[in-house]
């Protein structure tokens, strides 16, 4: 053949390239056929002895099947081939942003650690300054006391001297009737020298001793958490809408505040119809409180609820609706127990409840502050923060919820962000959005897990945890939300709020 014929007859039949192949038990003999049974190509004399009755076909269909077979597991391990090159770019893209996330967060470490290192150092120095200045407040007052003592034993030294003198000249040079003649005026100054005080006395003339102290750190510098991607990356699903507006049963005008009573039952602060409804958590009324014997219309903006089931509805002012600026106190059924804060309180909005120390918070957004009261009998007790963009400082604060410690988390309206507190009121820390700050911040409520979830004005719910670092959006877009105002959490970990469409909605 030539090398095109040999090419030709090649393209036309695979077998013409092929290498002779000789039966392994028949030397002579070439192979043609398989054995199905044995798995093994055999030639003809071998079906007369070691293959007699097993099934064979011929070999090439034999060797176009597995072909075929082999084609096919070709396809899928180049499909496989592909997946894993993917795999490869995105383990790689990942890797590199791993190494983005590791050095963010060494960098976020780090500054924190400065942040509180210059906290702590400027706490230190506060304290170095506040004892530098009793002990020179002490040494200022003991030192003056002294010198004056010092003034005194001088001027009475310089009295004896001139007694002594005067006495001295007159023994000397007076005639014994002078003498006798001064003896009563003699005798009087001796014993007025002799009653004079001229003993000092050093007790209590020390400064207070200082005794060094170690510097106790509460709390540490912060902790990692690994959040649950399949729990917390998506957005919840919106499972119910309920209401609309209305002034009927079941339909709302501008709800806002919302709290779970012990019942797991819906309690809304209606504030336009002048009520709070209880509704299950199927939409479904169970009842309606309105308070009638009040000067103004009631206005109820929030609503927290005891572990006994007592209400506590804050009665404020809301666009324009002004209510009587005061907290009604009331059981389940509707009947008012006491009203308090109304000498205290200028517009009432967002109300907690403390019971480890016994403390109701009332935002008063009238004025930029929080109002404490006590529990057991509603009497006030201070007020914490002041208008301003400091720590502790508000403006036109909103709402406000605790967390499993008792730090006190507030919504601060016009400056977009929330504010982190002790249950005493000290400034712990604040955070706002993940894209800047917030768009008046209202609504806010945390889980049993301590993490934080706030509304704001970008129709949207978003998750952060303890610390104030992003987590996820729970739910966003005006399709599904729209500015919403209050917030709270069911037992069973669904999230209700309520919105500008005049419903409650439930996400889960």
């Not at 127990?337 to 120390?357: D, E, S, V, W």
């Given at each position: 053949m030539t090398v095109e014929e040999f090419t030709k007859a090649k393209s036309q039949n695979k077998s013409i390239a092929s290498y002779a192949t000789h039966c392994t038990f028949h030397k002579d003999k070439l192979i043609e056929l398989y054995c199905e049974k044995c798995q093994v190509p055999i030639c003809h004399l071998c079906l007369r002895s070691n293959h007699k009755g097993h099934a064979v076909i011929d070999l090439h269909g034999a060797a176009d099947r597995l072909s075929n077979m082999v084609e096919d597991y070709i396809k899928l391990l180049k499909a496989k081939q592909s997946k894993a090159r993917q795999s490869k770019v995105s383990a790689t893209k990942h890797s590199e942003q791993l190494a983005k996330q590791y050095l963010q967060q060494k960098h976020q470490i780090q500054k924190h650690s400065q942040e509180t290192i210059e906290k702590l150092t400027k706490i230190i120095k506060q304290e170095e300054r506040n004892h530098l200045s009793k002990l020179k407040t002490d040494y200022e007052k003991m030192n003056e006391k002294i010198k004056r003592e010092m003034r005194q034993y001088k001027t009475t030294e310089e009295l004896l001297t001139s007694t002594i003198t005067f006495i001295n000249n007159l023994l000397q040079y007076s005639s014994a009737a002078q003498l006798m003649k001064t003896s009563k005026e003699t005798t009087?100054?001796?014993?007025?020298?002799?009653?004079?005080?001229?003993?000092?006395?050093?007790?209590?003339?020390?400064?207070?001793?200082?005794?060094?102290?170690?510097?106790?750190?509460?709390?540490?510098?912060?902790t990692f958490q690994t959040i649950d991607v399949d729990s917390a990356a998506h957005l919840m699903k919106l499972e119910k809408t309920m209401g609309g507006q209305g002034t009927e049963q079941e339909m709302f005008d501008v709800p806002l505040g919302v709290s779970i009573n012990t019942c797991g039952d819906i309690v809304v602060a209606d504030s336009k119809n002048e009520r709070v409804q209880v509704i299950d958590n199927y939409g479904r009324p169970k009842s309606q409180l309105q308070f009638t014997e009040y000067s103004k219309p009631v206005i109820p903006i929030d609503v927290a609820v005891s572990v006994d089931n007592t209400y506590f509805i804050t009665d404020g002012t809301w666009e324009g609706n002004r209510g009587n600026s005061q907290v009604i106190v009331c059981n389940?059924?509707?009947?008012?127990?006491?009203?308090?804060?109304?000498?205290?309180?200028?517009?009432?909005?967002?109300?907690?409840?403390?019971?480890?120390?016994?403390?109701?918070?009332?935002?008063?957004?009238?004025?930029?502050c929080i109002k404490l009261y006590k529990i057991e009998d509603y009497s006030?007790?201070?007020?914490?923060?002041?208008?301003?963009?400091?720590?502790?400082?508000?403006?036109?604060?909103?709402?406000?919820?605790?967390?499993?410690?008792?730090?006190?988390?507030?919504?601060?309206?016009?400056?977009?962000?929330?504010?982190?507190?002790?249950?005493?009121?000290?400034?712990?820390?604040?955070?706002?959005?993940?894209?800047?700050?917030?768009?008046?911040?209202?609504?806010?409520?945390?889980?049993?897990?301590?993490?934080?979830?706030?509304?704001?004005?970008?129709?949207?719910?978003?998750?952060?945890?303890?610390?104030?670092?992003?987590?996820?959006?729970?739910?966003?877009?005006?399709?599904?939300?729209?500015?919403?105002?209050?917030?709270?959490?069911?037992?069973?970990?669904?999230?209700?709020?309520?919105?500008?469409?005049?419903?409650?909605?439930?996400?889960?």
């Open positions: 009087n100054q001796l014993e007025t020298m002799m009653s004079l005080d001229t003993t000092w006395n050093g007790d209590n003339k020390s400064l207070p001793q200082f005794y060094p102290d170690d510097i106790t750190l509460q709390g540490v510098l912060g389940q059924y509707g009947k008012v127990i006491q009203c308090f804060g109304k000498t205290q309180l200028h517009n009432p909005r967002g109300i907690a409840i403390n019971h480890n120390n016994g403390v109701i918070y009332v935002v008063d957004n009238g004025a930029h006030y007790i201070k007020s914490l923060g002041s208008w301003g963009q400091g720590p502790c400082q508000f403006i036109y604060p909103q709402f406000i919820t605790t967390n499993s410690e008792g730090c006190l988390i507030v919504s601060d309206g016009r400056y977009g962000r929330i504010q982190v507190l002790t249950s005493d009121g000290v400034f712990m820390f604040a955070f706002s959005c993940c894209s800047n700050t917030f768009d008046w911040p209202r609504g806010i409520t945390t889980d049993k897990n301590d993490n934080i979830y706030v509304n704001d004005g970008k129709h949207r719910v978003q998750m952060f945890n303890s610390k104030g670092e992003f987590i996820t959006n729970i739910a966003s877009g005006s399709d599904v939300l729209n500015s919403p105002r209050g917030i709270a959490i069911t037992d069973d970990g669904k999230v209700v709020v309520t919105d500008c469409t005049n419903s409650v909605k439930i996400f889960s």
